[in-house]
């Protein structure tokens, strides 16, 4: 059975902007100041980044949120 990741607009998304600005994924990490497993896991749509972790994100990358995601993905459900 193939698994299926929630995150996968944000993955796509990332990965672009990633590859775009020379970036690779260890040196990604170290600039956001997170394990590689941290940044692997973002890049596979495994899971996302919290508010504060993409804000350093945006900062690191030099885009807006919109560029990086959908702001439905960080919608809250109660």
């Given at each position: ?68 995601l ?9």
């Amino acid at each position: 059975m193939k698994k299926v990741y929630p995150y996968r607009p944000f993955r796509l998304r990332l990965y672009e902007v990633v590859h775009a600005q020379d970036f690779n994924l260890r040196m990604l990490a170290e600039l956001v100041d997170v394990p590689y497993q941290t940044i692997l896991a973002w890049n596979q749509g495994r899971c996302m980044p919290k508010m504060g972790m993409l804000l350093e994100l945006l900062k690191v990358l030099n885009v807006r949120f919109e560029d990086l995601l959908d702001a439905s993905l960080y919608q809250r459900k109660f």
